[in-house]
Antibody, heavy 121, light 103 residues
Framework: EVQLVESGGGLVQPGRSLRLSCTASGFTFGDYAMSWVRQAPGKGLEWVGF??????????EYAASVKGRFTISRDDSKSIAYLQMNSLKTEDTAVYYC????????????WGQGTMVTVSS | DIQMTQSPSTLSASVGDRVTITCRAS??????LAWYQQKPGKAPKLLIYKASSLESGVPSRFSGSGSGTEFTLTISSLQPDDFATYYC?????FGQGTKVEIK
């Protein structure tokens, strides 16, 4: 079964760091770009960023709201994508979803169950 | 940056109704548009990609159309399982969502 499972969420103080993990199974992880999307409580979906597959350079892009603070990386040998979040702000409080990218059609076809990040003092 | 605007924000409908949701892009995005369904407490689910292609396993009552800046998602006959929030997406940008409620 194709699956993505996020982990690493929790309560963190403003200004601190947190790293989320997304463990993939059921498909060849290294063949796909991966993206992170977040959803603040009661709000809509917000794209956070993505990382291309190694075949396309493994480069990353980020939303303006997180650029310079968040970093996406991947370990294809472990089938894991990471979201390193630094200098966290209260407005980063959200459910964070990991998604698989179908690059040919610019769509996210597989989503994890999400992990909650709460930034509060 | 491209902006995506959905209308309406909320839609009240009955089982069996034909429902249409509109998504407008601030500039042409060709056919690079996807639609998702999200139920409370759950992850979004891909319904339509490339404006009109139905994702595998999605019921045929869902259809998408449009190109350039105007797109629509149509549910031909609303079913109880379809009451949810729907989002359009142009890769880096999501619409604000349309909540389909029971009338």
């Amino acid at each position: 079964e194709v699956q993505l499972v996020e982990s690493g969420g929790g309560l963190v103080q403003p200004g601190r760091s947190l790293r989320l993990s997304c463990t993939a199974s059921g498909f060849t992880f290294g063949d796909y770009a991966m993206s992170w999307v977040r959803q603040a409580p009661g709000k809509g979906l917000e794209w956070v960023g993505f990382i291309r597959s190694k075949a396309y350079g493994g480069t990353t892009e980020y939303a303006a709201s997180v650029k310079g603070r968040f970093t996406i990386s991947r370990d294809d040998s472990k089938s894991i994508a990471y979201l390193q979040m630094n200098s966290l702000k209260t407005e980063d409080t959200a459910v964070y979803y990991c998604t698989r990218v179908i690059a040919a059609v610019d769509a996210f076809d597989i989503w994890g169950q999400g992990t909650m990040v709460t930034v509060s003092s | 940056d491209i902006q995506m605007t959905q209308s309406p924000s909320t839609l009240s409908a009955s089982v069996g109704d034909r429902v249409t949701i509109t998504c407008r892009a601030s500039q042409s995005i060709s056919s690079w548009l996807a639609w998702y369904q999200q139920k409370p407490g759950k992850a979004p689910k891909l319904l339509i990609y490339k404006a009109s292609s139905l994702e595998s396993g999605v019921p045929s009552r869902f259809s998408g159309s449009g190109s350039g800046t105007e797109f629509t998602l149509t549910i031909s006959s609303l079913q109880p399982d379809d009451f949810a929030t729907y989002y359009c997406q142009q890769f880096r940008t999501f619409g604000q969502g349309t909540k389909v409620e029971i009338k």
